[in-house]
């Protein structure tokens, strides 16, 4: 779901969500409610904050010595365990929420109340989350939904590697969906379990069992997303576009590539291991890969977690299992729209669309994960949504 769902996360949405709960409980009664100013921090001059509101652009603040400031952790939804907070302890990028002096009839406004989430708070509560998600999630293709049940069948995995996972959603599951042509996880919106369908991607956690094959879920995310394989036809690097020719359809594509979108290059030797896993057996039919001859230098993978011996990023020993194979394209060397050129064959997930749409997640040195291309789809469609960890689905 990388990806990134999970790397792209906005901090003002959750301390949005806390912010504006925050208010309604703080100031509930109040028979007219004061001007206030919700937004992030830009700047500090002497005793003058600049923010960026989330309604009317930059604004200023005068905050005096009289002003009260507080201090509440993300996510905390009354100021019974707010602490105070010293002017001086305010830093860009916090999120506050001011309550103005309305009788002030100064050019710049003076603030009577801040009440602040650090970002440094928000960045520990988004790690912790990551590792949430890494350690109780479970991640997919939907193969069945029962909305009476509140069963979700998930697959995971690839080729030999495929599990099939249940979902069990009960009332206190939280159901959310990803915006249209958004894999960003600040910005999925409530849904229904019926809102869920056959053949799109998902993550949930919760309760699993030992072997990740049955979860009672507390949170989901899912979305619908296009898989597409081909070769570029055309580049049109002024406005981030290129046109693949899908294998599938023999249609063309117009594929919008925006700074958020994972693109990775595959070395021939993983692609062709890769190739070898999806169809049952290794490259050299045996179950290990091959050892270098004596004498030769050993084999490095390129990127983060690279290991000598042919396998990277700790896959060897371990390649028969799906998230391991997802963690090797995650290891792949990153490259840009400038790295593409016509003719190259690629694979990708993106936004739905039939003619037009938006990458996710591409590979390009794919020649031979598309001789087994429905087990590399599902391999792909998977990585795009848990690439990093697992961690940016749930990241907030």
Do not use: C
Not at 14 to 42: C, D, K, S, Y
Not at 153 to 163: A, C, E, H, N, Q
Not at 206 to 218: F, I, L
């Amino acid at each position: 779901m990388n990806g990134r769902m999970m790397q792209r996360v906005s901090i003002g949405s959750i301390q949005l969500v806390a912010l504006v709960a925050l208010v309604l409980a703080a100031w509930q009664g109040v028979a007219q409610t004061p001007a206030r100013l919700m937004g992030t921090v830009t700047a500090i001059s002497g005793n003058t904050l600049t923010l960026k509101t989330d309604i009317d652009g930059e604004r200023q603040v005068q905050v005096p010595a009289t002003a009260v400031l507080k201090r509440i952790e993300p996510g905390q939804r009354d100021l019974s365990a707010a602490v105070p907070l010293q002017f001086s302890d305010l830093a860009p990028d916090d999120r506050v929420l001011v309550r103005l002096d309305t009788s002030s009839t100064d050019a710049v406004p003076q603030a009577t109340q801040i009440i602040a989430i650090k970002q440094e708070d928000v960045l520990l509560k988004q790690e912790k989350e990551r590792e949430d998600w890494r350690l109780r999630g479970v991640g997919g293709l939907v193969k069945s939904v029962d909305p009476a049940t509140g069963l979700i069948v998930l697959t995971s995995g690839s080729g030999v590697t495929t599990k099939t996972i249940d979902v069990h959603v009960s009332s206190a599951t939280v159901l959310k969906r990803y915006a249209p042509a958004s894999v960003r996880f600040d910005m999925a919106q409530p849904a229904p379990i019926n809102a869920i369908h056959a053949g799109d991607q998902l993550r949930a956690r919760g309760q699993k069992n030992a072997d990740g094959t049955d979860m009672q879920a507390e949170e989901i995310v899912s979305g619908s997303f296009r898989n597409i394989s081909g070769t570029i036809s055309s580049l049109d690097a002024a406005n981030s576009n290129i046109v693949v020719k899908d294998l599938k359809t023999k249609k063309n594509v117009t594929i919008h590539i925006t700074p958020e979108a994972q693109m990775r290059a595959l070395p021939e030797p993983m692609a062709q291991m890769l190739a070898a896993r999806l169809k049952g057996s290794t490259a050299t039919g045996r179950g290990t890969p091959t050892a270098p001859a004596a004498g030769a230098a050993p084999r490095h993978w390129p990127g983060p977690g690279g290991m000598p011996g042919g396998m990277p990023g700790g896959m060897q020993g371990h390649a028969e299992n799906g998230s391991e194979m997802q963690r090797v394209l995650s290891n792949a060397p990153a490259i840009h729209l400038a790295d593409l050129k016509k003719g190259d064959a690629v694979m990708l997930v993106s936004t739905e669309g039939a003619t037009d749409v938006t990458a996710i997640t591409l590979l390009t040195g794919v020649e031979p994960l598309l001789q087994a291309p429905e087990a590399s789809q599902n391999l792909l469609s998977n990585w795009s949504m848990g690439s990093g960890g697992e961690g940016d689905a749930g990241a907030q």
